[in-house]
C-alpha cells in the first residue's frame, strides 16, 4: 500500500501524559499537513510542512503542540501534557508541490482519560 | 475569510434515488472547492474538485457537483444512490492563492435506506 500511513491508530493515554504520533506520506510528496478532527466535526487545520520546512501552524496548535518532518519525509505531532479536550482524531495528509489535492492517511484516535 | 457551509447535517435517501448534498461557500478569492468522502473507520477520500476549470464536476463512484458562483454552492449530486454510499461527506473550500490551509464543512451524513 503506497498511501499515507498513520500510527497509532488508536492511542489511550491519562491527563497529563505525552504522546507522539507519527505520519508517513506517499513516498514522493513533499507537502505534510496535520489537521485534528473532533466528533460532529469536519477537519481542522493545524499545520503544514514543505519538505522539512514547517511554513504554516493554526492558532489550534498551542505551544503544548510541535510538530517536525526532520529529513522531508515522515513527520511527528507531539502533544505535551495532555489534556482531556486533546481527545480527537489526528488526521495527516501529503500532497504534491502546488497540487491541490491532498490525500489523507487513517488517523489516529486519541483518547485522554 | 473563507468559510463552507453544509446545509444538512444528516440526510436520509432510500435506495436507487437521487443524493443531494448541500454546500455553500464564502471566499474573498476564487476558491478551488473539493467534496470528500469519510467512511467509518477510513480515511478520507476525494470524490472530485473544482479549480476553476469546468463548472459541471464529475467524480469518483458516480458523484458530481456544479460551481455555481452567482449562488456561492458547490452541491454534490447522484442520481441514484447505492447502500455503499453511506458516509459522511466533507465540503472543503481553499484558496486558489498562495494558502495551503483548507476549510472543512462540518459534515453531512448520508443514510440509504435499502
Known amino acids: 500500500d503506497t498511501g499515507v500511513s498513520q500510527d497509532p491508530r488508536h492511542k489511550i493515554t491519562k491527563r497529563g501524559q505525552n504522546v507522539t504520533f507519527r505520519c508517513d506520506p506517499i513516498s514522493e510528496h513533499n507537502r505534510l499537513y496535520w489537521y485534528r478532527q473532533t466528533l460532529g466535526q ?6 503544514y510542512f514543505q519538505n522539512e520546512a514547517q511554513l504554516e501552524k493554526s492558532r489550534l496548535l498551542s505551544n503544548r503542540f510541535s510538530a517536525e518532518r526532520p529529513k522531508g519525509s515522515f513527520s511527528t505531532l507531539e502533544i505535551q501534557r495532555t489534556e482531556q479536550g486533546d481527545s480527537a482524531m489526528y488526521l495527516c495528509a ?16 486519541l483518547l485522554v482519560l | 475569510a473563507q468559510s463552507v457551509t453544509q446545509l444538512d447535517s444528516h440526510v436520509s435517501v432510500s435506495e436507487g434515488t437521487p443524493v443531494l448534498l448541500r454546500c455553500n461557500y464564502s471566499s474573498s478569492y476564487s476558491p478551488s472547492l473539493f467534496w470528500y468522502v469519510q467512511h467509518p473507520n477510513k480515511g478520507l477520500q476525494l470524490l472530485l474538485k473544482y479549480t476553476s ?9 458516480g458523484f458530481e457537483a456544479e460551481f455555481k458562483k452567482s449562488e456561492t454552492s458547490f452541491h ?29 464543512g462540518t459534515g453531512t451524513k448520508l443514510q440509504v435506506i435499502p
Do not use: W
Not at chain 1, 94 to 109: C, I, K, M, N
Not at chain 2, 78 to 85: E, F, L, V
Open chain 1, 42 to 47: 469536519g477537519p481542522e487545520f493545524l499545520t
Open chain 1, 94 to 109: 501529503s500532497s504534491l508541490a502546488q497540487a491541490e489535492t491532498q490525500y489523507f492517511g487513517p488517523g489516529t484516535r
Open chain 2, 76 to 104: 454534490l449530486t447522484k442520481p441514484s444512490a447505492h447502500m455503499s454510499d453511506a458516509a459522511e461527506y466533507f465540503c472543503v473550500v481553499r484558496y486558489s492563492g498562495g494558502y495551503q490551509k483548507v476549510t472543512f
Open chain 2, 53 to 61: 476549470a469546468a463548472t459541471l464536476v464529475k467524480g469518483i463512484n
